[in-house]
């Protein structure tokens, strides 16, 4: 068990939709991550922040965003959602910013339909 | 532009044999280069990680080989157990600047007895 908790763990719904996605950090980590997850592209950096600050934006599309609340968890929330967008998205967390071990989650599997 | 490229796609070794996967990359200001292991059904985790100021790391049958002048690295897992059946990533990351962890694209490994 890595500490890290995603909910839901599965998640289906219909294009044009809005999902939230959501991570609980381990205790003690300040950085959460969020990856994409797909069979053809592998695992995409989405998005890092830090203590609630964005602090790396990869792939993310506009139709994306995450936050971190105060409490150190994080949500991710996808709009205008496509076929394309089914994917599983992973939350990692860990204690530095850079080049240290990240912890994943589970994952949530998102089924646009 | 994908920055860590992986080798093989998929890698089918004999029980007790040697597990050899390759990752090279392009960006020389990656400092950071992490092996992650990922079962179904669950998110990557951290194998084992090697800096490049040195150019083999071993962690019991798991071995990291480091070629700084090729920008290529590899893991080997000696006497491969059908245990480590699973899809493994190369991944590097800077210190510096944007460049959050970017994975390789995977290699899916069965052990066959």
């Known amino acids: 068990d890595s500490g890290v908790t995603q909910t839901p763990k599965h998640l289906i719904t219909a294009t044009g939709q809005r999902v939230t996605l959501r991570c609980s950090p381990r205790s003690g980590d300040l950085s959460v991550y969020w990856y994409q997850q797909s069979l053809d592209q592998g695992l995409q950096f989405l998005i890092q922040?830090?203590?609630?600050?964005?602090?790396a934006k990869g792939n993310i599309l506009e139709r994306f965003s995450a936050q971190q609340f105060p409490d150190l968890h994080s949500e991710l929330n996808l709009s205008s959602l496509e076929l394309g967008d089914s994917a599983l998205y992973f939350c990692?967390?860990?204690?530095?910013?850079?080049?240290?071990?990240?912890?994943f989650g589970n994952g949530t599997r998102l089924t646009v339909t | 532009q994908q920055q860590v490229k992986q080798s093989p796609q998929s890698l089918i070794v004999q029980k007790g044999g040697i597990s050899i996967i390759n990752c090279a990359y392009e960006n020389t200001a990656f400092d950071y280069f992490p092996w992650y292991q990922q079962f179904p059904g669950k998110g990557p985790a951290l194998l084992i990680a090697i800096r490049p100021d040195v150019s083999e790391k071993k962690e019991g049958r798991f071995t990291i080989s480091f070629n700084k002048s090729a920008k290529q690295f590899s893991l080997h897992i000696m006497d491969s157990q059908p245990g480590d059946s699973a899809t493994y990533f190369c991944a590097a990351e800077s210190n510096f600047g944007n460049e959050k962890l970017t994975f390789g694209t995977g290699t899916r490994l069965t052990i066959i007895p």
């Open positions: 922040y830090y203590n609630g600050e964005e602090r």
């Open positions: 990692a967390s860990s204690v530095e910013v850079t080049n240290s071990p990240l912890h």
